[in-house]
């Protein structure tokens, strides 16, 4: 099954349900950067919520970036999505491979609970929209929902999961939020809760040979599916983005990689793609800078 975003709501209109199926989205970003288990796991699942939240972005140009840093093995986890469902994300530490006692991904120890989520919003205004809440759990679902209760007032369930194969793979990877609307009824919020408590994993929803439209109308039979939106491994770099970095350098270390280095390779963190300058380029972004 594909990729892809469903944007719904249920309960007469007072709950608001995303979903996402995220299986290569996910995939994708582990061969990238090579991760193990765990890391894949806590990776995955932080970027298939910033493509959630991202999907209510009206604006293609617009952008949430999330950054969660617990202070754990697997380091500071960075991800960045976008209105059209671009999604690219990086781990501190691809390596880590932790398992608890119950033989699941010990997900929540790697991301550790020392640290912060921090969620920027930009929507085109001057300046974007920032909330920072200390980590609660590390397992991201919680620590996302935390998020959404204090920083945007708004209760939300937020189930995410990654599920590794026995080659070490990525199975599946999916994700879903539910939000109760302003003066949700007392009835209403009973209904979410016990749709939680009774759900699968969501990563045993989405390895299913079924439509995202379907797993919602499972946990939702009166669900009405608003629509329909990609979501992708993708990643924006580009030369001119790192020649840009280049100019904000001094003289000296530009100097320096002409006279010396002869030249520059400069590596892009989220997909690895590497960027030459030769001293010609150098030179030219040298002389720019002063005619600027």
């Known amino acids: 099954m594909n990729d892809e975003i469903v944007i719904a709501e249920a309960l007469q209109g007072q709950v608001r349900i995303h979903a996402a199926r995220t299986t290569a989205m996910v995939s994708e970003a582990q061969k990238i950067h090579n991760c193990a288990p765990t890391s894949a796991a806590a990776l995955g699942r932080t970027m298939t919520v910033a493509a959630l939240m991202a999907s209510d972005l009206k604006n293609p140009n617009e952008h949430v970036k999330v950054r969660i840093d617990g202070k754990g093995p697997c380091g500071a986890i960075n991800v960045q999505a976008d209105g059209a469902g671009n999604v690219r994300g990086l781990i501190g530490n691809p390596g880590v491979h932790m398992v608890r006692s119950d033989g699941h991904l010990a997900v929540g120890q790697a991301v550790g609970i020392n640290g912060s989520l921090t969620v920027s919003r930009d929507m085109g205004l001057k300046e974007p929209f920032t909330g920072i809440v200390p980590l609660q759990t590390g397992e991201i679902g919680d620590d996302f929902a935390y998020y959404y209760a204090v920083s945007e007032q708004t209760p939300s369930v937020v189930a995410v999961g990654v599920l590794i194969d026995t080659d070490l793979s990525v199975n599946s990877a999916g994700g879903l939020i539910f939000q109760l609307l302003p003066n949700a009824e007392e009835e209403v919020i009973e209904a979410v809760e016990k749709v939680a408590r009774e759900m699968k994993h969501v990563s045993e929803y989405m390895k299913e040979e079924r439509s995202v439209d379907d797993i919602v109308k499972e946990l939702f039979p009166d669900a009405a599916i608003l629509s329909h939106k990609p979501v992708q491994w993708h990643c924006d770099c580009s030369k001119d983005h790192f020649a840009d970095a280049l100019a904000t350098l001094h003289d000296k270390d530009l100097k320096d990689m002409i006279e010396e280095d002869h030249g520059a390779e400069i ?17 030219q972004i040298l002389e720019g800078k002063h005619r600027a």
């Open 267 to 283: 590596v892009c963190d989220y997909c690895h793609k590497a960027y030459q300058f030769t001293e010609a380029e150098l030179q």
